[in-house]
């Protein structure tokens, strides 16, 4: 079974640019989560997505994230324009039921905002 | 708001110790605390999880430990060999889809 997949696994741009981060989850998971890791600190949560559908999107840090999941199979997170402090590791996770289930993260993209 | 405390930061142990994590949270209406690992360069991958009603899960070298009232859950890696080394993060969640993690502690082991 493949794992969940994300894209680009690095990226290195300057402030003021655009990204948009990909993830593709377990295929017949409908459950998708965002999270982000600043250096050193905690994985900190960001949204969640049932199907195509925002469940919460509580943890987005401003309206500068833009999270959308069309067709309910893939996501994209767009940051735009991007400044320094959204650098960190940003990791999808997908799960096949939400609650108290395990969820399968991706291998992150690295964010680098210079 | 709700928050869950890791420590140690880094951890140093000998081949063959044992090694602890210890974690904290908040929110005691939390009932699912798993445990990730997550070598260098790779994806984090669960390695051990419990549920509010159990004391203690077992998993060959790996065990974890909950105690409800202190709001305290433990990480015990019995015999620790070269591949533990590793980023080990801690979580919380209510049993809805938002976990909740502590800020990782990085566990070296020393050949």
């Known amino acids: 079974e493949a794992g969940v997949t994300q894209f680009p696994s690095h990226s290195v741009i300057e402030k003021g640019q655009t990204v948009t981060l990909r993830c593709d989850p377990i295929?017949?998971?409908?459950?998708l989560y965002w999270y982000r890791r600043v250096m050193g600190k905690e994985i900190k949560f960001l949204l969640h997505?049932?199907?195509?559908?925002?469940?919460?999107e509580s943890g987005m840090p401003n309206n500068r994230f833009l999270a959308e999941r069309t067709g309910g199979t893939y996501s994209t997170l767009k940051v735009q324009p991007a400044e320094l402090e959204d650098s960190g590791v940003y990791f999808c996770a997908s799960s096949l039921l939400a609650g108290d289930s395990e969820q399968y993260f991706g291998p992150g993209t690295r964010l680098t905002v210079t | 708001g709700e928050n869950v405390e890791q420590h140690p930061s880094t951890l140093s142990v000998q081949e063959g110790d044992s090694a602890v994590i210890k974690c904290t949270y908040s929110d005691s209406a939390s009932n699912y605390f798993p445990w990730y690992k997550q070598e260098l360069g790779k994806r984090p991958q669960l390695i051990i999880d419990?549920?509010?009603?159990?004391g203690e899960k077992k998993d060959q070298r790996i065990a974890v430990t909950l105690n409800k009232t202190a709001k305290h859950f433990s990480l015990h890696i019995t015999e620790t060999q070269p591949e533990d080394s590793a980023v080990y993060f801690c979580?919380?969640?209510?049993?809805?889809?938002?976990?909740?993690f502590g800020t990782g502690t990085r566990l070296k082991v020393l050949a």
């Open positions: 295929s017949g998971h409908d459950n």
């Open positions: 997505f049932v199907k195509e559908s925002k469940q919460d």
């Open positions: 419990i549920r509010s009603n159990v």
């Open positions: 979580a919380a969640t209510t049993g809805t889809y938002k976990y909740i």
